[in-house]
């Protein structure tokens, strides 16, 4: 019996500056573990004078993961954070109750060409933390877990496998895992994992069941205890998932709650200019009339 519950194509997504791959969620799957939402950005090739400009925008209920792999992206927010995002790094902001932050082309890389390519991930807070006081916590590439292991090496991003620990300070169990190949082999990691799983092919590919998968596809497994996959060569896959929580969630725009009254009190503090302000800031993202409007089944 196969152990793939669902198989989803990265399908272009229209986020306002440019298109991005989204992956999760999918109408067969729309949660794995807390992970309710991750977007490939790029590869995008940009000339000089064309920068990413997201301007303020507000977040609830949730943590937000920015990790690249080209690039370099800067972060500012409502508690007063203001940092660069480089390849490797991870980034991670806790909204809780309620956070604003931009995400914009550093001054230095604006009349350069440049190239933006990585993974932006939202992660649901558990439902007794959703009105938590935010948080924001920024990791150097050498800080994460690295190790070799079986012809493999292995980066922990977030959460807790395979005896390792991130320093990222998540709020439920759950983990992200980088896996590097440089040749075809075996890999078992079925006595590891907990919860749900989700498997992203970034580059090169793996076999599972006599199939073939290929670059931005996402595998979800029927049981995480029973992940066993051949890995191509000179490949790079994202391993992510963890325990489900009870309750499914709702999504609206940037917001995600397990109630939908803490949605509707979200856009109408946003319209009404109630999230905490932000700095040194312009170009405040309206709330959109037709946003991503979902509800996530646990």
Known sequence: MSNLSVIIEERPADIGHFLVGRLLPFRDKRMVGPFVFIDHMGPA???PGENLDIGPHPHIGLSTLT????????HRDSLGSAVEIRPGQVNWMTAGKGVVHSERTPDHLREEAKTLHGLQIWVALPKELEHMDPAFFHL???ELPAWEEDGLSFKLVAGNLMGHTSPVPVYSPLYMLEIKS?????????????????????E????????TFGPRQILVAKNARL?????????TLYLFGGEPFPEGRYIYWNFVASEPEDIEKAKEDWRDNRFPPMEGEHDPVPLPPNAFDIKLKK
């Open 227 to 235: 992940c066993h996959f051949t890995i191509g060569p000179e490949t």
């Open 182 to 202: 440089k040749q075809r082999q075996e890999v078992h990691l079925g006595d590891h994992l907990y919860g749900e799983a989700g498997l992203y092919i970034l």
């Open 45 to 47: 090739k940009l000339a």
């Open 140 to 142: 150097d590439a050498d």
């Open 204 to 211: 090169g590919s793996m076999e599972s069941e006599e199939h």
């Open 67 to 74: 990790f690249l792999f080209e690039g370099a992206v800067f």
